[in-house]
């Protein structure tokens, strides 16, 4: 950022020129004003640049500022309404005549959707949610470290029916998106209702959450009980079947021992 405000300094030196030799023809004279550039000015009006990924801030007196914005390349802002709010250093610049200024120095948070994107996870056990986000490489392992997660994806862990998206704030980094997921509901749990539908000579035989059971009893055909309860006591196979939003649940096929062999129902689930 060395030649950041490199243009300035040559408009600080035309306000000088101005001053020293009046304005021209046909413009009022002006008198000679005590120009204080940085932030110390009563009316200092924030100025920034942006230069090879960095953003430079600084603070100019009113009677600058428009000829910086004119001849010298910058605009009126801060750098962090334009995304660099990581500050990187503070430097000294040149305004010619004006003597020098501090410039602020400024970076954009890394980019929490790159190339490198290091998927992580947290489990929140009090509701029953995993919530993944992607951060970038530089930042996941401080993350892991500070911010109790940890590397992989929240399918890993069997969370796999998603369930909303939600904004989190990173600091000074920024936001990021975290996708929340929860475990499918048809998966065998504390609260196991056993489950079985006939088909033929097969009865096939799953555990289903209390949650869902009462639905999977009046939509999809089942009834609670086991399978032995009615006579189909010999074991057969096993199949998954996929249980929609639910996911997939395995379920166990049972015959009849004097039965030779068995169709499938997996299908009629």
Known sequence: MKLFFAASASAAIGIWLLM????????PPAARPELSVGAGASDCIVERKVDDAQCGELCLDSTVAYLAEKFGGVSKGSCAEIGYTIFDHEEK????PLGESTVTVYTEPPSLGASDCVVERKVDDADGTCGELCLDASIASLAEKFGGVSKGSCAEIGYTI??????????PLGESTVTVYTEPLALAADDCVVERKVDGASCGELCLSSAIAPFAEKFGGVEEGEC??????????EESVDM?????SAVKVYIKSSAVT????ASSF
């Open 244 to 248: 929609g939003p639910f996911g997939s």
């Open 262 to 265: 068995a169709p499938s129902v």
């Open 228 to 237: 032995a309860e009615l006579g189909y006591d010999q074991f057969d196979h």
């Open 20 to 27: 020293a030799f009046g304005m021209p023809e046909g413009q």
């Open 93 to 96: 610049v040149s305004m010619g």
């Open 162 to 171: 998603f369930d909303h998206e939600e904004t989190v704030s990173m600091g």
